[in-house]
């Protein structure tokens, strides 16, 4: 996989929304590629940018109030953002695929998931409705939901969550694409679902050789399936490495505040830490790090300098003046 060129690159991507209350700077300055056959973990809290990241990608932010004001995706070598609305239908579910965060809103009441099911196959592929109806039994089979043959005459409601969950999945394989993004694809789960879920992704991947971006809150998701992972905070990326990497030497107090408070079983009861503050507002960010007024760690500097996004160590990346400054370690 080392030797393969990126799938997917994304760089310098800005995505803004102009509103009356100024400009949102939902998306600012993201770069990050992937490989075929490799998982991306996006992490961060609500509101840090993954979502409108992956919308931005699938050229699915709503305009007006929304626009990618700067940057490049490139697919395959072709820039998404200089293509039209009727070249991106080609690509939506066809080459990149998305399962969406929630099934029960993402899936339409009125119509049964068979109907459903072959629409999305129908606009990509040039196959009979026969066809496609046997290529959607194929696919709820594969992401195991039992007796296909019946379960697809359903509709949504019919299904509990984590079988939505599994119909969203087979939905956004049904044309095997090259790229999956799955946003927060077990919110809501139970912890068994949720082990389901993610094994299902596994499975399918090394089946189909995709690239998989995985956008979630959960560092315990990002443990199980994610080859590297990207940090985001107020729309920025803050820390970008490999998984292992990451959870054995992050830097970014923002990280390790998110592993800080991740339970632990341990003999003794350990106080989970916070990090205290809230996120700030986009369209109103602070001068110097976005980050420095919930920081343990700020220094006067940092409350007037943005920090650049620094490669610390090799193919680790950190965007804070710790490592500017002083090259100064954070101790979790």
Same mark, same amino acid.
């Given at each position: 996989?080392?030797?393969?060129? $990126?799938?997917?690159?994304?760089?310098?991507?800005?995505?803004?929304?102009?509103?009356?209350?100024? =400009?949102?700077?939902?998306?600012?300055?993201?770069?990050?590629?992937?490989?075929?056959?490799?998982?991306?973990?996006?992490?961060?809290?609500?509101?840090?940018?993954? +979502?409108?990241?992956?919308?931005?990608?699938?050229?699915?932010?709503?305009?007006?109030?929304?626009?990618?004001?700067?940057?490049?995706? *490139?697919?395959?070598?072709?820039?998404?953002?200089?293509? +039209?609305?009727?070249?991106?239908? @080609?690509?939506?579910?066809?080459?990149?695929?998305? =399962?969406?965060?929630? /099934?029960?809103?993402?899936?339409?009441?009125?119509?049964?998931?068979? @109907?459903?099911?072959?629409?999305?196959?129908?606009?990509?592929?040039?196959?009979?409705?026969?066809?496609?109806?046997?290529?959607?039994?194929?696919?709820?089979?594969?992401?195991?939901? /039992?007796?296909?043959?019946?379960?697809?005459?359903?509709?949504?409601? %019919?299904?509990?969550?984590?079988?939505?969950?599994?119909?969203?999945?087979?939905?956004?394989?049904?044309?095997?694409?090259?790229?999956?993004?799955?946003?927060? /694809?077990?919110?809501?789960?139970?912890?068994?679902?949720?082990?389901?879920? *993610?094994?299902?992704?596994?499975?399918?991947?090394?089946?189909?050789?995709?690239? =998989?971006?995985?956008?979630?809150?959960?560092?315990?998701?990002?443990?199980?399936?994610?080859?590297?992972?990207?940090?985001?905070?107020?729309?920025?990326?803050?820390?970008?490495?490999?998984?292992?990497?990451?959870?054995?030497?992050?830097?970014?107090?923002?990280?390790?505040?998110?592993?800080?408070?991740?339970?632990?079983?341990?003999?003794?009861?350990?106080?989970?830490?916070?990090? %205290?503050?809230?996120?700030?507002?986009?369209?109103?960010?602070?001068?110097?790090?976005?980050?420095? $007024?919930?920081?343990?760690?700020?220094?006067?500097?940092?409350?007037?300098?943005? /920090?650049?996004?620094?490669?610390? %160590?090799?193919?680790?990346? =950190?965007?804070?003046?710790?490592?500017?400054?002083?090259?100064?370690?954070?101790? $979790?």
């Amino acid at each position: 996989m080392e030797s393969e060129s $990126p799938l997917l690159e994304v760089k310098n991507l800005h995505t803004h929304f102009f509103t009356k209350a100024g =400009v949102v700077k939902a998306v600012d300055g993201v770069n990050f590629d992937i490989k075929p056959g490799e998982t991306l973990g996006i992490v961060g809290e609500s509101g840090s940018g993954k +979502s409108i990241t992956a919308m931005s990608i699938l050229g699915l932010v709503p305009s007006p109030p929304g626009k990618i004001v700067d940057g490049e995706i *490139l697919f395959k070598g072709e820039n998404l953002v200089h293509k +039209s609305e009727k070249q991106m239908r @080609k690509i939506r579910g066809k080459e990149i695929s998305m =399962v969406f965060q929630d /099934p029960m809103t993402s899936l339409n009441p009125v119509f049964t998931v068979e @109907k459903q099911m072959i629409e999305t196959i129908l606009a990509h592929e040039s196959i009979s409705k026969n066809q496609a109806r046997n290529r959607a039994l194929e696919l709820l089979n594969l992401v195991g939901i /039992p007796d296909p043959k019946n379960r697809l005459k359903n509709y949504p409601h %019919e299904f509990s969550g984590g079988m939505r969950q599994r119909v969203m999945i087979a939905m956004a394989l049904s044309c095997n694409p090259s790229v999956l993004i799955a946003d927060e /694809p077990t919110t809501a789960l139970d912890v068994t679902i949720q082990a389901q879920i *993610l094994e299902l992704f596994k499975k399918m991947q090394q089946e189909m050789d995709m690239a =998989v971006i995985m956008i979630t809150h959960d560092l315990g998701v990002v443990t199980e399936v994610c080859d590297r992972v990207m940090v985001m905070y107020a729309g920025k990326p803050v820390e970008y490495t490999e998984t292992k990497k990451l959870f054995d030497h992050g830097k970014h107090p923002y990280t390790l505040g998110l592993m800080n408070s991740i339970p632990k079983i341990t003999p003794e009861k350990i106080k989970l830490e916070a990090i %205290e503050g809230f996120p700030p507002n986009l369209s109103d960010l602070p001068k110097g790090c976005s980050f420095a $007024p919930r920081c343990k760690h700020a220094m006067d500097s940092c409350l007037t300098i943005d /920090p650049n996004f620094k490669e610390v %160590e090799d193919d680790h990346f =950190v965007r804070c003046l710790l490592y500017e400054e002083t090259e100064k370690a954070v101790t $979790p």
